[in-house]
């Protein structure tokens, strides 16, 4: 299996532009996430889906950030208007956690390689 | 709010010496805990995790241990070697499937 998959590996934008990061998680996995990376806060969840539905968007920061995840090989999270204080590393991740009626607690977390967001 | 806590944050150490890198959390109502390694510029690599119900995994060179109770996790590293060198992670897994993170321990193995 080729991983999971992040597109771009980097984006660099001006403040106020639309910015959309894609994703696509392993195959057959049911849960996925999407998270930031930065060096003052570490590695902060930002919303996370179980059989493409989403769960828990309490980490996303604002209303500027959307995510989607329109069927079970592909998810999106744009940031609109973006701003230099969105600049960080951001990573999707999935696994098959969900059973669907509960969390399977042996399964691993697998990460993509990331993109490396600049707002500038 | 779980918080998850690492020590130390760096690390540096000759090649061949044994090492323990130690996470802490704040809630122990988990359902498990993953050890994760981070190269520069890359993403996170699942190492070990460890059940709930567990006390410790082994793979290789690496073993961890799990007291939930007192809310601590080691990770124990062998004979370390250079390509040990990353950034070590640890997450527990709690309520509804969400991973909460340290902020990691930088490791440098000196040849």
């Known amino acids: 299996d080729a991983g999971v998959i992040q597109s771009p590996r980097h984006e660099v934008t001006e403040m106020g532009q639309e910015v959309t990061l894609r994703c696509k998680p392993i195959s057959g996995h049911n849960s996925l996430f999407w998270y930031r990376q930065t060096m003052m806060r570490g590695l902060e969840l930002l919303i996370y889906f179980n059989n493409n539905v989403p769960i828990d968007d309490s980490g996303m920061p604002e209303d500027r950030f959307s995510a989607k995840m329109p069927n079970a090989s592909f998810s999106t999270l744009k940031i609109q208007p973006s701003e230099p204080r969105d600049s960080a590393v951001y990573f999707c991740?999935?696994?098959?956690?969900?059973?669907?009626?509960?969390?399977?607690?042996?399964?691993?977390?697998?990460f993509g390689s990331g993109t490396q967001l600049s707002v500038l | 709010k779980q918080e998850v806590t690492q020590i130390p944050a760096a690390l540096s150490v000759p090649e061949g010496e044994n090492l323990v890198l130690n996470c802490s959390f704040t809630d122990s109502a988990i359902y498990n805990l993953q050890w994760f390694r981070q190269d520069p510029g890359k993403g996170l690599t699942s190492l070990l995790l460890?059940?709930?119900?567990?006390r410790e995994q082994t793979s290789g060179r690496l073993n961890a241990s799990l007291d939930k109770s007192s809310g601590r996790s080691t990770l124990y590293i062998a004979a370390s070697q250079p390509g040990d060198s990353a950034t070590y992670l640890c997450?527990?897994?709690?309520?509804?499937?969400?991973?909460?993170f340290g902020a990691g321990t930088i490791l440098r193995v000196k040849s």
């Open positions: 991740a999935s696994s098959l956690a969900w059973t669907g009626t509960g969390i399977a607690t042996n399964e691993k977390l697998f």
């Open positions: 997450a527990v897994m709690e309520y509804g499937n969400k991973l909460v």
């Open positions: 460890i059940q709930s119900s567990q």
